[in-house]
């Protein structure tokens, strides 16, 4: 009878501890799925997020790729247009002598030539010549506009290209006539021709200067004696040929010719001096009579150079002042054809002076994505043109109209003005001083 009550109590303590497992089991079985099922509703809550993240990388992009377009469609209020047409980097421009065409070459491989008579029309008449297995770098028209020339990049050799015309005045047809020796190791500087077309002047970023006769035969070489040279350039008169770099100051030499016509001799001429620091670029007048420097020490300067240098008279400086962001291989400056006005490139802004008053009329920022590459003033000095990126921009020089209000202004002030010519010059400057206003120039 007492195993029997022992059996009883022991089949009771199992069954009850059984019921305690089995009850601990259901619970964990319980928890488990309830893990599941938060752990499966925050799944179900993540990719909302997930497709949120992605737009927004892919915004970034997108806003990336529209400030790309959107330098590609600059626009500016005294901009006229873009002469679009390279693939590449357009690296130089040049107007012929004619004033009817306007040469640029690029790293495209390719040198395109336009039609100048309308600039500030959207569309823009053009030739496209290829250059074999090389790009020019410079590019330059010969006197008569019936040939260019380019330095080419690898081959680092002048050549030279015939232009036929049509009986429209249009290019016909362009083909290649000579390639020079080659005379450079270092890339090149400057090239240039003499507006009497006796000679071809190329310099590389070294020192050696050579002048070529129109054969590719050489006439002269010269050391610019600048340590390293950033720029070279012949005056439009053709008489002259100058050369800045490392040095403080610009070399100017006198290319002489004998009665007959022949090469006879370079002659140091005189120096441009007064910057404490490499000069970057030079530029001269139309006529020959004023020069205008850049240099690294953050300054510019304007001369007289219409002086009788061969009985020692040194060139006079007209004006000066400071232009602090100009860039060693970044700045480009060029000096408009009546030398009143000028602008300096530095990156990707353009600056425009007034030379009379030494003030810096406006600046207009971030032309391009990446730097000017050159600078060049229409014939008449209204228009000031930018090289940089795949596109030539074309805007109004605010400082050619600045300059008009100033030089005319000053020249009403003096004594014995007939009638007719103080009516001809306030008519000048009421003129210029509308446009500045139109545009609101200060």
């Known amino acids: 009878m007492e195993m029997s009550v022992d059996l009883v109590l022991q089949t009771a303590v199992i069954g009850l501890c059984l019921a305690v497992v089995a009850l601990l089991l259901n619970r964990l079985r319980s928890t488990k799925e309830e893990n599941v099922q938060s752990k499966s509703e925050q799944q179900q809550q993540q990719p909302p997020q997930q ?11 997108q806003e990336k790729w529209s400030a790309r377009e959107s330098k590609q469609s600059y626009a500016h209020p005294w901009m006229l247009t873009s002469l679009k047409g390279h693939s590449g980097e357009v690296l130089d421009m040049d107007f012929s002598g004619n004033s009817k065409f306007l040469a640029t070459c690029s790293d495209d491989r390719t040198v395109l030539l336009w039609s100048a008579k309308h600039l500030d029309q959207k569309e823009h008449k053009n030739l496209r010549v290829n250059v074999e297995f090389d790009h020019g770098t410079l590019v330059r028209w010969s006197p008569d506009s019936k040939a260019f020339i380019i330095f080419k990049a690898v081959e680092a050799a002048v050549e030279v290209y015939k232009v036929n015309k049509k009986a429209d005045g249009w290019i016909g047809t362009v083909s290649k006539a000579i390639t020079f020796p080659k005379a450079h190791v270092e890339d090149a500087v400057g090239m240039d021709i003499a507006a009497n077309g006796r000679f071809i002047m190329t310099c590389s970023e070294k020192t050696d200067l050579v002048l070529w006769d129109l054969r590719g035969e050489r006439l002269a070489t010269l050391d610019t004696l600048t340590v390293q040279t950033h720029c070279a350039k012949v005056s439009p008169c053709g008489n002259f040929v100058a050369a800045s770099g490392f040095t403080p100051d610009v070399k100017v030499w006198e290319v002489l010719f004998s009665k007959s016509g022949d090469f006879d001799k370079v002659a140091r001429a005189f120096e441009l001096k007064g910057h404490k620091a490499a000069v970057l670029d030079l530029a001269f007048s139309a006529d020959s009579s004023r020069a205008a420097t850049i240099s690294k020490d953050g300054s510019w300067r304007v001369f007289d150079i219409k002086i009788e240098y061969r009985k020692g008279e040194d060139p006079h400086l007209l004006k000066t002042g400071t232009h602090p962001t100009a860039l060693a291989s970044k700045t480009r400056l060029a000096l408009s054809p009546d030398g009143e006005s ?39 000095g209204s228009l000031v043109l930018t090289a940089g990126d795949r596109h030539v921009r074309v805007f109004h020089n605010v400082a050619h109209y600045a300059a008009t209000v100033e030089v005319n202004g000053a020249k009403l002030k003096q004594t014995g003005l007939s009638a007719a010519t103080k009516e001809r010059l306030s008519e000048l400057v009421a003129s210029a001083k509308k446009f500045l206003a139109d545009n609101n120039v200060e």
Not at 347 to 357: C, E, F, I, K, R
């Open 342 to 380: 000028f602008a300096v490139a530095s990156g990707s802004d353009l600056s425009l002076y007034v030379v009379q008053s030494g003030k810096l009329t406006a600046t207009i920022k971030d032309i391009y994505t990446g730097p000017i590459r050159q600078v060049r003033f229409d014939p008449t």
């Open 51 to 61: 497709q949120q993240a992605k737009p927004t990388a892919g915004k970034k992009k």
